[in-house]
Protein backbone atom coordinates (compact mmCIF):
# COMPACT_ATOMS: atom_id res chain seq x y z
CA UNK A 1 0.00 0.00 0.00
CA UNK A 2 1.30 3.61 -0.72
CA UNK A 3 0.85 6.85 0.72
CA UNK A 4 -1.88 8.78 -1.44
CA UNK A 5 -1.89 12.34 -1.61
CA UNK A 6 -4.42 14.75 -3.24
CA UNK A 7 -4.74 18.65 -2.91
CA UNK A 8 -6.70 18.61 0.37
CA UNK A 9 -5.86 14.72 1.50
CA UNK A 10 -2.99 12.48 2.54
CA UNK A 11 -4.45 8.67 2.69
CA UNK A 12 -1.72 6.57 4.53
CA UNK A 13 -2.46 2.76 5.20
CA UNK A 14 -4.21 2.64 8.89
CA UNK A 15 -2.11 1.65 12.10
CA UNK A 16 -2.79 1.23 15.27
CA UNK A 17 -2.70 4.55 16.18
CA UNK A 18 -5.76 5.92 14.12
CA UNK A 19 -8.28 3.05 16.55
CA UNK A 20 -9.18 5.83 18.62
CA UNK A 21 -10.60 7.94 15.57
CA UNK A 22 -11.99 5.15 13.93
CA UNK A 23 -13.88 4.01 17.17
CA UNK A 24 -15.59 7.83 17.24
CA UNK A 25 -16.76 7.37 13.99
CA UNK A 26 -18.63 4.19 15.06
CA UNK A 27 -19.55 6.04 17.79
CA UNK A 28 -21.54 9.05 15.84
CA UNK A 29 -25.15 8.16 14.93
CA UNK A 30 -25.04 9.83 12.26
CA UNK A 31 -21.89 8.42 10.41
CA UNK A 32 -23.68 5.17 11.22
CA UNK A 33 -27.22 5.43 10.22
CA UNK A 34 -27.07 3.51 6.77
CA UNK A 35 -24.82 1.32 8.55
CA UNK A 36 -26.71 -0.24 11.37
CA UNK A 37 -29.82 2.53 11.78
CA UNK A 38 -27.56 4.78 13.61
CA UNK A 39 -26.89 3.03 16.88
CA UNK A 40 -23.02 3.41 18.08
CA UNK A 41 -21.32 -0.17 18.13
CA UNK A 42 -20.99 -1.77 20.51
CA UNK A 43 -17.27 -3.85 20.26
CA UNK A 44 -17.89 -6.25 22.80
CA UNK A 45 -20.92 -7.67 21.47
CA UNK A 46 -20.39 -7.42 17.63
CA UNK A 47 -20.98 -10.48 15.53
CA UNK A 48 -18.08 -11.30 13.00
CA UNK A 49 -19.24 -10.59 9.79
CA UNK A 50 -19.43 -6.79 11.59
CA UNK A 51 -16.17 -6.40 11.46
CA UNK A 52 -16.02 -3.98 8.01
CA UNK A 53 -17.63 -1.22 10.21
CA UNK A 54 -14.69 -1.54 12.61
CA UNK A 55 -11.25 -1.53 11.28
CA UNK A 56 -8.54 -2.06 14.06
CA UNK A 57 -6.13 -0.30 12.34
CA UNK A 58 -4.24 -3.02 11.26
CA UNK A 59 -6.05 -3.69 7.99
CA UNK A 60 -3.71 -4.46 4.88
CA UNK A 61 -6.28 -2.28 2.66
CA UNK A 62 -7.99 0.51 4.48
CA UNK A 63 -6.25 3.97 4.52
CA UNK A 64 -6.57 6.53 7.00
CA UNK A 65 -7.46 9.78 5.53
CA UNK A 66 -6.16 13.27 7.07
CA UNK A 67 -6.05 16.59 5.79
CA UNK A 68 -2.86 17.33 4.21
CA UNK A 69 -2.53 21.19 5.71
CA UNK A 70 -3.20 20.46 9.31
CA UNK A 71 -3.37 16.65 10.03
CA UNK A 72 -6.97 16.13 10.83
CA UNK A 73 -8.45 13.03 10.89
CA UNK A 74 -11.19 13.04 8.09
CA UNK A 75 -12.06 9.00 8.19
CA UNK A 76 -11.08 5.85 6.15
CA UNK A 77 -11.25 4.65 2.60
CA UNK A 78 -10.87 0.79 1.91
CA UNK A 79 -10.05 -1.58 -1.52
CA UNK A 80 -10.72 -4.72 -0.46
CA UNK A 81 -10.06 -7.59 -2.92
CA UNK A 82 -12.36 -9.56 -3.89
CA UNK A 83 -10.11 -11.72 -6.24
CA UNK A 84 -7.31 -10.64 -8.04
CA UNK A 85 -9.60 -8.03 -10.48
CA UNK A 86 -12.39 -6.92 -8.59
CA UNK A 87 -11.95 -5.48 -5.12
CA UNK A 88 -14.79 -3.56 -3.12
CA UNK A 89 -14.56 0.60 -2.17
CA UNK A 90 -15.64 1.59 0.91
CA UNK A 91 -15.25 4.84 3.00
CA UNK A 92 -16.41 6.56 6.04
CA UNK A 93 -15.92 10.13 6.96
CA UNK A 94 -16.42 12.25 10.15
CA UNK A 95 -19.76 14.38 9.86
CA UNK A 96 -17.94 17.42 10.05
CA UNK A 97 -16.51 16.61 6.73
CA UNK A 98 -19.32 15.70 4.68
CA UNK A 99 -20.23 17.91 2.02
CA UNK A 100 -16.75 19.34 1.35
CA UNK A 101 -16.17 16.45 -2.14
CA UNK A 102 -13.57 14.89 0.15
CA UNK A 103 -15.47 11.93 -0.14
CA UNK A 104 -15.44 11.81 -3.86
CA UNK A 105 -11.60 13.42 -3.21
CA UNK A 106 -10.33 10.17 -1.46
CA UNK A 107 -12.48 7.94 -3.15
CA UNK A 108 -11.20 8.88 -6.72
CA UNK A 109 -7.83 8.49 -5.76
CA UNK A 110 -8.01 5.10 -4.40
CA UNK A 111 -9.81 4.09 -7.61
CA UNK A 112 -7.24 5.10 -9.53
CA UNK A 113 -4.17 3.47 -7.47
CA UNK A 114 -6.52 0.34 -7.55
CA UNK A 115 -6.19 0.39 -11.58
CA UNK A 116 -2.80 2.10 -11.71
CA UNK A 117 -0.73 -0.23 -9.22
CA UNK A 118 -3.02 -3.10 -7.41
CA UNK A 119 -4.22 -4.50 -11.01
CA UNK A 120 -7.65 -4.29 -10.58
CA UNK A 121 -9.90 -4.52 -13.78
CA UNK A 122 -13.17 -3.71 -11.71
CA UNK A 123 -13.95 -1.74 -9.13
CA UNK A 124 -17.52 -1.76 -7.14
CA UNK A 125 -19.12 -0.31 -4.51
CA UNK A 126 -22.33 -0.53 -2.18
CA UNK A 127 -24.81 1.47 -0.07
CA UNK A 128 -28.23 1.92 0.74
CA UNK A 129 -30.77 2.91 -2.02
CA UNK A 130 -31.79 5.60 0.11
CA UNK A 131 -28.07 6.83 1.51
CA UNK A 132 -28.09 9.52 -1.64
CA UNK A 133 -24.44 11.35 -0.36
CA UNK A 134 -23.12 8.02 -1.20
CA UNK A 135 -24.45 7.20 -4.15
CA UNK A 136 -23.34 11.01 -5.43
CA UNK A 137 -19.78 9.37 -4.57
CA UNK A 138 -19.95 6.73 -6.44
CA UNK A 139 -21.50 8.55 -9.21
CA UNK A 140 -18.68 11.51 -9.06
CA UNK A 141 -15.97 9.25 -9.18
CA UNK A 142 -17.26 7.41 -12.54
CA UNK A 143 -19.09 4.57 -10.68
CA UNK A 144 -22.48 3.47 -12.46
CA UNK A 145 -25.29 1.96 -11.12
CA UNK A 146 -25.07 -2.00 -12.02
CA UNK A 147 -28.35 -3.24 -9.88
CA UNK A 148 -30.57 -3.24 -6.29
CA UNK A 149 -30.48 -6.18 -4.39
CA UNK A 150 -33.02 -7.02 -1.64
CA UNK A 151 -32.29 -9.05 1.33
CA UNK A 152 -33.50 -9.75 4.91
CA UNK A 153 -32.54 -7.97 7.27
CA UNK A 154 -31.79 -9.64 10.86
CA UNK A 155 -32.78 -5.64 12.51
CA UNK A 156 -34.04 -3.61 9.45
CA UNK A 157 -33.13 -0.07 9.19
CA UNK A 158 -35.23 2.99 8.28
CA UNK A 159 -34.71 2.48 3.73
CA UNK A 160 -33.49 -0.89 3.68
CA UNK A 161 -36.84 -2.18 2.10
CA UNK A 162 -35.34 -0.31 -0.79
CA UNK A 163 -32.52 -2.00 -1.56
CA UNK A 164 -29.00 -2.25 -1.71
CA UNK A 165 -27.51 -0.15 -4.62
CA UNK A 166 -24.08 -1.56 -6.48
CA UNK A 167 -22.32 0.75 -8.69
CA UNK A 168 -19.00 -0.20 -10.63
CA UNK A 169 -16.43 1.34 -12.84
CA UNK A 170 -14.02 -0.50 -14.80
CA UNK A 171 -9.98 -0.31 -15.65
CA UNK A 172 -10.14 2.60 -18.11
CA UNK A 173 -9.01 0.84 -21.42
Wanted: glycine content about 10%; overall charge negative; some cysteine.
Amino acid sequence: MAVLLTKHLRLSPCCPADRADFIALEQDPDVMRFLNGGHPVDRAKAGPDASFLMPEGNEPHVWTARRTDNGAFVGWFCLWPESETLAELGYRLARGEWGRGLASEGAAALVGWGFECAGYDRIVATTMAVNLGSRRVMEKIGMTYARTEHGEWADPIPGCEQGEVWYEVTRPT
